[in-house]
């Protein structure tokens, strides 16, 4: 298992993947029966009577999506997407208090213009899977989860968050001095709507659970300590429709957003390096950074 993971991730980062479909043969009917898989940052738990799995971010101290933890995601869900008999996800965090802190920003940091081309592909990968997955995915958001860690939490099916208001969700990026891709706020819009997206982008707002639910960006609210098992509820519910029809009927719901991306995903690429890689985009985000490790003292 540790050197498929292992070759898996290195043809991941080498696109060839994708190309070559590699993973889908050698992985085949891992998860088949009850499964346990842990990598450095993620734990992936089948239940093989229920066709559930729960997928357990655990990266401290915030689950960033660096470039190897997406991998290690990406890799995960395909494997899962690849055992027939896994119908459902639920996305969860071991840490207290952090759901996702979204996109790793040192790594997009100081680094080359090669390595930003390299993380944003695999940022679009990661979102392309989880927002295209044939399987019921359920986000049991136990904590607080800005940008990219909104954005996982957007692509699912459903979302069920802690009834904390000392957690919040939403899209700051206009706080970073950077600007969501248009992939992150389609996402949003076809969750929220126009108006209220335009809004939530321009001011970066982070949402209360109370509020998120208002407006729709989550689904349901649930105390710290249920949120997990009320998303087995709410999956069971959507596993009780047959597979087929409910997997067509997203597919042409999300076919146009996602056609988007994959059309100008090598532009969205180079507008991504061309951005981040400007003197004022790097003092900005080195600011938020300092902004972030300076808040603790
Ligand atoms: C027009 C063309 C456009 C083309 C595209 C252009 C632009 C690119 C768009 C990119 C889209 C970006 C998406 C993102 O996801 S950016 C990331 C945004 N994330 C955040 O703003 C979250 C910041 N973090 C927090 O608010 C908090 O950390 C928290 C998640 C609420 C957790 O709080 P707490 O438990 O109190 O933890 P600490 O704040 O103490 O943090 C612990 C350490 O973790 C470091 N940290 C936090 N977040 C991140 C992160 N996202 N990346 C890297 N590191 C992070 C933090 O600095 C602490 O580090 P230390 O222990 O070394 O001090």
Redesign the pocket.
């Known amino acids: 298992m540790a050197a498929l993971l292992k070759r898996s991730a290195s043809l991941l980062r080498a696109g060839a993947l994708q190309k070559h479909g590699v993973l889908t043969k050698q992985a085949l009917c891992l998860f088949s029966t009850n499964m346990r898989m842990f990598t450095n940052k993620i734990s992936v738990e089948m239940d093989g009577t229920t066709g559930v799995a729960v997928l357990t971010m655990k990266s401290p ?2 689950n ?2 660096s470039l190897d933890f997406l991998t290690e995601f990406t890799i995960s869900l395909e494997k899962l997407e690849m055992d027939k008999a896994c119908r459902g996800v639920i996305l969860t965090s071991a840490l207290p ?2 759901f996702s ?6 790594e ?1 940091c100081g680094k080359s213009a090669e390595h930003y081309a390299a993380f944003w592909r695999a940022v679009q990968e990661f979102w392309l899977k989880l927002y295209t997955s044939n399987m019921v995915t359920v986000a049991a958001i136990n904590g ?1 989860c ?4 909104c ?1 996982m939490a957007l692509v699912c099916d459903y979302r069920v968050m802690a009834d904390d208001p000392k957690f919040s969700i939403g899209l ?2 206009t ?2 001095g ?4 248009f992939w ?1 706020k389609d996402t949003m819009t076809n969750t929220i709507g126009n108006r209220e997206t335009e809004k939530a982008l321009q001011l970066g707002y982070m949402y209360s659970p109370a509020d998120a639910l208002k407006v729709g960006l989550v689904d349901q609210l649930a105390s710290a300590d249920k949120v997990e098992t009320v998303a087995s509820t709410v999956m069971s519910e959507w596993l009780a429709i047959p597979d087929h029809a409910r997997h067509l009927t997203k597919s042409m719901m999300r076919k146009p957003t996602r056609d988007r991306l994959v059309t100008h995903r090598d532009a ?1 690429i180079t ?2 390096v061309n ?2 890689t400007k003197d004022s ?1 790097q003092k900005s985000l080195q600011m ?2 300092e902004s ?2 300076q ?2 003292r």
Not at 146 to 149: I, Q, V
Not at 178 to 181: D, N, Q, R
């Open positions: 101290p915030v960033s999506l208090r952090v802190a979204g996109l790793d920003i040192t997009m607080s800005p940008a990219g860690g954005l700051n990026e706080k970073l950077i600007v969501a891709p992150f969205d507008s991504f951005f981040v985009i938020y950074l972030l490790k808040r603790k």
